[in-house]
């Protein structure tokens, strides 16, 4: 089955890829292509030959999928395709197995041109394509494009054609070639000569090419042959046909197979008052394009950009050959845009294009340039075959795909004509890059393989006396015999199927006769179609065996078919082979076959079935079954049934508005017909629907209206018969009061202003229309109240509206038709009556409370709200205290003088107006009490006490602050108990004589003159109890490591901690109780002290903390160390002399003064004087070697140790004395053993219990030696953390870090650090507790709850437990 092709592919699976030409504008090929092509099986894109030209074999391989594109097309007829030719060669690459030479000499014909058409009948219908050679004489190379069928090439000379034909059926491709026109120059000879592949021998040689290619394909079924065209004349290497250096090349910003999609510009519009017109220059000449673009309305610099070709852009392609200038004319505010071309070469020659933008304006202009070539001789030397332009050159892009095609006028060398072939086949290998660099040759790797090549070719098989033969032909089901002939029958002998070696079977059968070993291959598959080999020894013969597939065969015809509508159609073909490939076409189109279609295709063995479950009238004409080996055609006609009217149209009186619907009945069914009123095309809308189900035909008109009557008409499609039917509409009289707008349909007026109401009216005829008032008819005649009636509406007329004009009016309407009556109700309204006096209900600091009675008479019109107004008593200007209105009859005025008099005043408001104010009120002082007190909290709790505190009221009125009353209340009662019966100015106060375990509720007011304030009411109860509050340890940041003192220094360590009641605290040393002689202790409430005047060594040691509240306890380390100054090292020798250098060996010291050794300091000194020199400071080994010593003296050495207190007081001194002698002894090397530095893992400094504060990032350290590096894994609570954000590890010479962000008390347990090589593996654990958690007491004093204090210290247990 053809596989789908692939973006930006042709449908024979290659990549399609342009065309350059050289000296004039690129032609492109225009292949007339069938109405719908199918996709043709080619298989993938084979890689790039190593051959001089590969961008020909892109551009004829594109051709060529195109014209198979045609060939393959099974649904319309062959259709010629022309190919227009340039004015210079065309060479295309051959990708076919090995064959033998075909030579085509085409004469020149002395006649006028004719296109003679040769046809070569094999199934399916070939493709014609026609080439028109150029007008000058220039030699034609093609190169055919392997293709998966074979092809039949035929070159028609005029003035009769000349026919070679390679018989490879089934798929024909032919060729016509029409004769350039009369009087014709001498015609040049032309050559395709097919080589075979070198044998797989020289697949090593080929790497070594240095032209980037693909590497060779291994040998399968699916590997495409190959061929290669020797072109020893070519001047241009094939490096330089892909370079994007060149300004003539691809370029940068689009890939050859992108070439062809559709490139979006913004729309056209006139910007460019100068367009660069083409022109014509030599080779060598200069030229230049000049565009101008007008700036009068352009607030920016407009945008240009130069194209060669399609997508090539010219802006980065600047240099010697090309050059863009830009100027702008301040004074006639025009930009000029200049392209130049200096030293024109052949391939210049094309399109350009130049366009124009700026913002959403755009403007285009393409123009040619031609490049006219100089007479030169047609010779091209071996050695311009492989030169090559390298970047950075100043001839660098000079070369391209048409430079590489065309050598009509190549430059001819200035040296003398060296056959170079010669010299280098008779020279030695290590003359070749001597002779390369005489003569210019730069490609001396691509000269060496071909002449390698060459070599081979000449040298003559030793094992075969007849090899293969190139290429074998077999039909589908075959017999194949593949035979060589042995000079040497005693030989092994294998053979290759793709590289793969043939065993015999009953497929494969080997024979011997004589020298003579046979291959036989019986019933040829498609699958056989392969590359085979021999190999006799080191040497291997090939050849290509190519499985013909017979044509499909039609043995059944189909037959015609009439029938009518909504009928079963079946056509039925039967073939020549079972599981065949074939395609049904309507029409010569083929018919879709997809999940959504009507027509469904069914094969069964040889027979192939075409069904149309439901025919319509649209199925008439020819359908066809194709396949390969020919077509076979039916007519099926599908006509319409009898009509038959089941129920006609009836004729209907519809009253106005209502729906309409009209019905029928015809058989046959799904017959499809038209609606038409008075002769008039009915077509579906929102309001009218055309409904057609089986036989049935409806049409519904949802809302009638008079223009829907007359004559209706249905026509059945394809009938001329009709049903017919007349429609009246009915519309009695009705009044429209929705047209007035007006709520519950009331027309509002203000007194003394005129009015008129119109209400549209509707009937046929006309109506009659009363307007009446109660039983007081209204007529037309009236002087203040009238009513007049018109053809569409009726109205109502009161000139000076009063208060007397407002009830309902009534209307009443006649026709023949009927009765309709309508009533709307007038309403005169004016302002209303002032409201009454304010009444004042309360006082505050700054604001009162006023309310009032709304006025008696509203003015006929709902108030909609009050003004209030207020002024001072001794002032006489009111001032409004609300712009919104006070819908309301209270309002607060707000933002008064305490203790001055004020009076209020209020207005009333309706839709007609404001009215007059009320009398004001009676004046009152503003004087307030204070605010709430706030932040009121329990301090603390006992048995019988509970202590509050609280905060002042945040606003105090001018009256001031006189004190605080406290409340109290058992939960469930609302009996508040004062405790205090004097004020407390104090914030803070303990209620006594509360029963133990009652839960109370506590308030506090603030009282200054004005009264007591709204009272601070806790928000839970409390519970008369006393708190206990298990104990905490802080233990301060630097305690938690070692604390270290030198002797004689003091001591004082501070150690704070919490609990309730107040805890109990007790410290031990190693294990025993301290000794209060030695260390002071003193404990607080809050802290424990501990204190030591002068710190001696045995000091030294870890004390241990333990805080208890009854059954909680809570224990700390903490670590004192106590150093001193280190003791000497002990035996210090002197364990070799050589030379001026002395070999020093010692121990460390006996006492390290309580803290680790940190280096020695060695001294020296002369006998003769004993002055002691420092040799070197901090030295960490406990050996030595003093070089640099006077040949001659004797001399002594003393050490001291170092710890981090500083040396120690005395130091060790060697007994014996080292004496330098003179030079001349020999010094005996000691044998040295390597060292195995490989250990298991090895934790030098273990993780330490840290305390961390919550919300601060916390780090924990540790170092670790192995060798090899181990793998560090963390674990909090032996689960190794992974993965998460809140962890962050680091690993540096050995120290290991892990940063914990900002923890909280849930980030606290247990920290394990686990190192693993592969010796073993070490581990070390610390704990880790987060401070910053709530105690119960914090938790009280914020006022939560206590269930969900309960809650907390629950979860707070539960998460320490598991640590400890």
């Given at each position: ?41 080619n ?6 030959p ?76 070939p ?55 009369p ?27 240095n ?17 290669s ?22 370029g ?50 407009p ?8 997508w ?8 010697k ?8 004319d ?19 020659a ?19 340039l ?5 007479e ?17 050159h ?27 072939w ?20 730069t ?26 033969d ?6 589908k ?12 029958p ?20 080997f ?19 392969a ?28 037959e ?9 159609i ?42 149309i ?97 007359g ?12 049903l ?28 003394g ?6 209400i ?34 009726t109205?109502?007329t009161i ?53 009032w ?67 004001p ?18 301090d ?32 469930g ?23 133990p ?133 002990q ?49 960490h ?38 004496l ?9 090397n ?5 060292h ?8 030098t ?115 320490e437990?598991?640590?400890?």
């Amino acid at each position: 089955m053809p596989e789908p092709t692939k973006k930006d592919e042709t449908p024979n699976g290659e990549k399609e890829q342009p065309v350059e030409t050289e000296g004039k504008d690129p032609q492109p090929i225009e292949v007339i292509k069938p109405v719908q092509p199918e996709p043709v099986e080619n298989g993938s894109k084979e890689p790039e030959p190593e051959a001089v030209v590969v961008r020909a074999k892109e551009q004829v391989e594109s051709v060529n999928s195109e014209v198979k594109e045609e060939a393959q097309s099974p649904c319309s007829p062959p259709l010629p395709a022309t190919v227009k030719e340039e004015a210079e060669p065309v060479v295309t690459e051959v990708n076919q197995p090995p064959e033998p030479v075909v030579t085509v000499v085409t004469p020149p014909p002395p006649p006028p041109p004719e296109r003679v058409v040769t046809d070569v009948t094999q199934p399916p219908e070939p493709v014609v394509t026609v080439v028109t050679p150029p007008p000058h004489p220039e030699p034609v190379v093609t190169e055919v494009t392997q293709l998966p069928e074979p092809v039949v090439t035929v070159v028609t000379p005029p003035p009769q054609p000349v026919v070679t034909e390679v018989t490879q059926p089934p798929e024909p491709v032919v060729t016509l070639v029409t004769p350039p026109p009369p009087p014709p120059p001498p015609e040049p000879v032309v050559t395709v000569q097919v080589t075979p592949p070198p044998p797989p021998a020289d697949k090593d040689d080929d790497a070594t090419t240095n032209t980037p290619s693909p590497p060779p394909p291994p040998e399968d079924a699916n590997t495409a042959k190959k061929l290669s065209i020797e072109l020893p004349n070519d001047s241009v290497h094939v490096s330089a046909m892909g370079r994007k250096d060149s300004v003539w090349s691809l370029g940068e910003g689009q890939a050859p197979e992108d070439l062809d999609k559709p490139v979006d510009t913004p729309p056209l519009s006139s910007l460019l008052i100068e367009r660069p017109q083409g022109g014509s220059i030599t080779v060598g000449g200069d030229i230049s394009f000049v565009a101008k673009v007008e700036a009068q309305d352009l607030l920016r610099k407009p945008t240009i950009k130069w194209f060669k070709g399609k997508w090539m852009d010219l802006a980065s392609k600047t240099g010697k050959h090309l050059q863009l200038k830009e100027t702008f004319d301040r004074r006639t505010k025009i930009h000029t845009f200049e392209m130049h071309i200096i030293k024109a070469k052949d391939n210049y020659a094309g399109n350009y294009r130049c366009e124009v933008t700026y913002k959403d304006k755009f403007d285009s202009c393409s123009f040619d340039l031609e490049v006219k070539e100089l007479e030169q001789s047609q010779s091209v030397d071996i050695r311009s075959a492989f030169k090559r332009s390298s970047e950075g050159h100043e001839d660098a892009g000079d070369l391209d795909f048409s430079g590489l095609l065309k050598h009509r006028e190549p430059k001819q060398d200035e040296t003398p004509e060296v056959d170079v072939w010669e010299i280098l086949k008779s020279a030695r290998p290590d003359q070749y890059e001597k002779i390369a660099f005489e003569y210019g040759i730069t490609d001396l790797r691509g000269l060496l393989k071909r002449l390698k090549k060459t070599k081979k070719e000449e040298k003559k098989s030793e094992a075969f006396a007849k090899k293969l033969d190139p290429a074998y032909q077999a039909d589908k089901g075959g017999k194949i015999r593949l035979m060589v002939d042995l000079a040497d029958p005693t030989v092994e002998l294998k053979w290759y199927k793709n590289g793969q070696e043939i065993r015999p079977t009953p497929k494969f059968i080997f024979e011997q006769k004589g020298t003579q070993r046979i291959l036989v291959i019986n019933n040829c598959g498609l699958n056989d179609d392969a590359a085979y080999s021999v190999a006799a020894g080191e040497e291997k013969c090939t050849t290509e065996l190519f499985v013909k597939e017979l044509p499909v065969k039609i043995t059944k015809e189909i037959e015609a078919v009439k029938t009518t509508v909504n009928e079963r159609i079946e056509l039925e073909c039967e073939v020549s082979e079972e599981g065949a490939q074939v395609k049904w076409c309507k029409n010569g189109v083929e018919v879709p076959t997809g999940p959504r279609s009507r027509y469904r295709v069914k094969s069964e063995g040889l027979k192939h079935w075409l069904i149309i479950d439901d025919a319509s009238k649209e199925d008439t004409g020819t359908f066809s079954l194709m396949a390969s080996g020919g077509t076979s055609e039916a007519k099926v006609q599908v006509e319409l049934k009898p009509l038959k009217i089941i129920q006609d149209l009836q004729d209907m009186t519809v009253l106005l508005g209502q729906p309409l619907k009209m019905h029928c009945e015809i058989f046959p069914g799904n017959v499809p017909g038209r609606w038409y009123r008075n002769g008039q095309l009915i077509q579906s809308n929102d309001r009218i629907n055309i409904l057609q189900r089986a036989k049935n035909h409806r049409l519904e008109i949802v809302n009638s209206t008079i223009h829907d009557a007359g004559d209706y008409t249905f026509v059945p499609e394809g009938y001329s018969q009709s049903l017919c039917a007349k429609i009246h509409i009915v519309d009695p009289p009705r009044v429209h009061l929705e047209s007035l707008n007006f709520p519950d349909n009331t027309v509002t007026i203000v007194a003394g202003n005129k009015l008129r109401v119109e209400i549209p009216i509707s009937g046929e005829p006309a109506p009659r229309v009363v307007w009446m008032k109660g039983e007081r008819v209204i007529l037309d005649s009236g002087h203040r109240v009238r009513a007049e009636t018109f053809s569409d509406h009726t109205s109502l007329t009161i000139d000076i509206a009063e208060k007397e004009d407002t009830g309902n009016y009534k209307i009443v309407l006649q026709n023949e038709a009927g009765e309709a009556g309508a009533s709307v109700k007038v309403k005169v309204v004016d302002i209303p009556d002032p409201p009454e006096v304010p009444l004042v209900t309360e006082v505050g600091g700054d604001w009162c409370s006023m309310t009032w009675e709304p006025p008696i008479y509203d003015g006929g019109s709902p108030i909609l709200g009050y003004f209030i107004e207020r002024k001072k008593k001794q002032s006489s200007r009111w001032m409004r205290l609300n712009f919104d209105l006070n819908k309301e009859t209270t309002f607060e005025p707000k933002k008064m003088i305490e203790g001055v008099p004020y009076e209020v005043r209020v207005f009333a408001v309706n839709a007609i107006g404001v009215s007059k104010p009320s009398e004001p009120s009676k004046a009152f002082v503003p004087l307030a009490v204070t605010s709430e007190p706030t932040m009121l909290v329990v301090d603390d709790v006992t048995d019988t006490t509970v202590t509050m505190k609280w905060r002042p009221p945040d606003t105090i009125g001018a009256a001031g602050l006189d004190g605080y009353l406290v409340e109290y209340c058992i939960e469930g009662t609302d009996d508040w108990r004062v405790t205090n019966k004097e004020l407390t100015e104090k914030t803070k106060y303990t209620i006594t004589g509360l029963p133990p375990e009652a839960k109370i509720l506590v308030r506090v007011r603030a009282i200054n003159a004005a009264g007591a304030s709204t009272p601070r009411t806790l928000q839970h109860s409390i519970l008369v109890k006393e708190v206990i509050e298990p104990p905490k340890i802080r233990i301060p940041r630097h305690l938690k490591q070692t604390y270290t003192r030198k002797v004689g220094e003091a001591v004082n360590l501070v150690i704070p901690f919490m609990g309730k009641p107040r805890p109990k605290v007790s410290w031990l040393k190693e294990g025993e109780t301290v000794d209060p002689t030695q260390v002071t202790i003193r404990n607080t409430d809050c802290d424990s002290i501990i204190f030591i005047r002068k710190a001696e060594r045995k000091h030294s040691g870890k004390y241990d903390m333990k805080v208890e509240v009854e059954n909680h306890v809570d224990t700390a380390i903490v670590d004192i160390q106590i150093v001193d100054l280190p003791g000497p090292p002990q035996c210090v020798k002197i364990d070799e002399v050589w030379g001026g250098n002395v070999a020093l060996d010692w121990t460390p010291p006996k006492d390290n003064g309580n803290a680790a050794i940190t280096g020695y300091t060695i001294q020296k000194a002369d006998k003769k004087t004993m002055e002691w020199y420092t040799c070197i400071e901090h030295y960490h080994r406990t050996c030595i070697t003093i070089t640099e010593l006077v040949v001659g003296n004797e001399y002594y050495f003393r050490i001291y140790s170092e710890n981090m207190v500083g040396l120690s007081e005395g130091a060790t001194q060697t007994k014996d004395s080292a004496l330098i002698v003179k030079e001349g002894m020999q010094l005996k090397n000691p044998e040295y053993i390597d060292h195995d530095f490989k250990e298991p893992p090895k934790f030098t400094q273990p993780l330490i219990n840290t305390f961390a504060i919550a919300g601060y990032n916390a780090t924990l350290n540790c170092s670790v030696r192995a060798n090899p590096r181990p793998k560090v894994i963390w674990m909090k609570n032996k689960i190794a953390i992974i993965d998460d954000p809140r962890y962050r590890m680091f690993s540096n010479q050995g120290v290991c870090t892990l940063e914990i962000r900002k923890p909280s008390p849930y980030d606290g347990g247990m920290y394990s650090c686990k190192a693993i090589n592969d010796l073993g593996d070490a581990l070390v654990e610390c704990k880790l507790e987060v401070k910053g958690g709530f105690t119960f007491s914090e938790l009280m004093q914020r006022g939560v709850p206590l269930h969900l204090i309960d809650k907390y210290m629950s979860e707070t247990k539960a998460v320490e437990q598991p640590e400890k």
